[in-house]
């Protein structure tokens, strides 16, 4: 079973500061994909930034981008010059067998 | 290029009754799936159907089912509604095989009384 685990329920951050969201995961398998989506209260889930975990070299977009520590299991978002627009839920996921969500953090983005 | 789309957006039913929920998949896209988001919660797998068969299944009872079409899209269907049934029903389409983006519908939320 692949499971997903996000110890920030909530975090906040100062308009045009950096802010690192955490995550950790678990999966059987060699071959798998992971990604960080953002919901917004429009409900609609949005693709931030995936990483394919045969690759070594970190993943950007833009202010995104992740710290892949294949070996520990660790997939963390960096958010770089924080805007308003990115207050929302941010969710990480594994997919390996099936797709497979954290629990979420709920990002506050401070004027 | 239409997008993922679900119907109905909000919905109201009572214990006991049956629902059903529809997802048209974004253009190109043969393999749909299914999540239930609890409200703060993160979504969770319910099933994925590809080739008009589910391919895969979460740890869900035989009261959700669904169903895909020859065109792709896909029914949700759940029977004998309880209360803790009440969440966003969220549909994904992507490629054939999970290895890549999926791309979500606004949602269905799903109110039971």
């Known amino acids: 079973a692949q499971t997903v685990t996000q110890s920030q329920p909530e975090m906040s951050v100062q308009e045009a500061e950096t802010v690192t969201l955490s995550c950790t995961y678990d999966?059987?398998?060699?071959?798998?994909?992971l990604f960080w989506y953002k919901q917004p209260p429009s409900r609609q889930m949005i693709l931030v930034i995936r990483q394919e975990a045969y690759k070594q070299q970190n993943a950007t977009e833009n202010r995104f981008s992740v710290n892949f520590q294949k070996a520990a299991k660790s997939f963390s978002l960096k958010i770089s010059d924080s805007q308003l627009g990115d207050a929302a839920m941010y969710f990480c996921a594994v997919d390996g067998q099936n797709f497979v969500f954290g629990p979420g953090t709920r990002l506050s983005v401070l004027p | 290029d239409a997008g993922v789309t679900q119907s109905p957006t909000h919905l109201i039913k009572t214990r006991g009754q049956q629902v059903t929920l529809r997802c048209s998949p974004k253009s190109g896209h043969d393999t749909v799936s299914w999540y239930q988001q609890a409200l703060g919660q993160g979504p969770q797998f319910i099933f994925q159907?590809?080739?008009?068969?589910?391919?895969q299944r979460g740890n869900f009872p035989d009261r959700f089912s669904g169903h895909q079409f020859p065109n792709y899209s896909s029914e949700l269907n759940v029977n004998a509604l309880l209360l803790g049934d009440s969440a966003l029903y969220l549909c994904?389409?992507?490629?054939?095989?999970?290895?890549?983006?999926?791309?979500f519908g606004e949602g269905s939320r799903l109110t039971v009384l």
């Open positions: 994904a389409s992507g490629g054939g095989r999970n290895t890549g983006e999926l791309f």
């Open positions: 159907y590809y080739e008009e068969e589910e391919r």
């Open positions: 999966t059987s398998e060699s071959d798998y994909y």
